[in-house]
């Protein structure tokens, strides 16, 4: 489980518990999903690639960091992996965004691929899959697949809560991915839905419930 990373900052565990409540409205939930998905971005983005610049502060030369170009790309699993891209875009304004539409099949819990767009130089980015839940792991495992499938080599997962069972499913298949959650849960019931969880996060995000 090294590759495995709980981030339970406090500010993180508070709008967790605020996100999961059942009363919770759908603006009140897309807000805290974006200000959970900032917050653990500052950690997930830790190592990003630096470059050295020569600037000038009103006082003399020097030489500073900033972030090597073409460093990040942030892959939303739709359609509740897009509750989250605000939350990183607002740290990193010039990340590309590439997008995998996937569904779970009700009857088998199975990924279903309906969409893929990527960034053109996606393999030469780290790329953050994000998706509010990972329940059997089923829908990040395939997504992780299919960026290998491209050449990606270079992938994060990051979600907001997740079940034993998904973390293990992740780890076992790609073993070289970090997975950077803000709470790990009990187990699946019987619908493969996380207990406690939070529910259906899309069709909290969207209303469409
Ligand atoms: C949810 C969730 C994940 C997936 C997790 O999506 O957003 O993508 O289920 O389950 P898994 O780990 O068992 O694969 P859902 O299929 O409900 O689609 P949606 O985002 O369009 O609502
Ligand atoms: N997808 C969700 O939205 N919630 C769960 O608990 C499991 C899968």
Redesign the pocket.
């Known amino acids: 489980m090294s590759k495995v990373f709980v981030l339970d900052h406090p500010l993180i565990q508070h709008k967790v518990t605020l996100l999961r409540k059942k009363e919770t409205n759908t603006k009140d939930f897309r807000a805290l999903a974006n200000e959970i998905s900032l917050l653990m971005a500052y950690e997930v983005t830790r190592n990003l690639p630096l470059s050295d610049v020569e600037i000038e502060t009103p006082m003399c030369k020097m030489t500073g960091k900033e972030m090597a170009g073409r460093s990040l790309g942030v892959v939303p699993?739709?359609?509740?992996?897009l509750g989250m891209v605000d939350g990183i875009l607002t740290l990193v304004p010039n990340a590309k965004v590439g997008h995998i539409g996937?569904?779970?099949d009700p009857e088998t819990?199975m990924?279903v691929e309906y969409y893929c767009k990527l960034p053109v130089d996606a393999e030469e980015r780290t790329l953050i899959v994000v998706?509010?839940?990972?329940?059997?792991?089923?829908?990040?495992?395939?997504a992780i697949q299919f960026l290998k499938d491209r050449g990606c080599k270079d992938i994060k997962l990051m979600n907001l809560i997740a079940?034993p069972e998904?973390v293990k499913?992740v780890t076992d298949a790609h073993p070289d991915v970090e997975v950077y959650i803000a709470a790990l849960d009990e187990k699946?019931n019987d619908h493969?839905y996380i207990l406690p969880g939070l529910g259906?996060?899309?069709?909290r995000l969207?209303g469409?419930k």
């Open positions: 699993i739709l359609r509740a992996g996937l569904y779970r819990h990924p998706d509010p839940m990972l329940a059997t792991g089923g829908s990040a495992v395939a079940a998904g499913a699946l493969a259906d996060a899309g069709d969207f469409t």
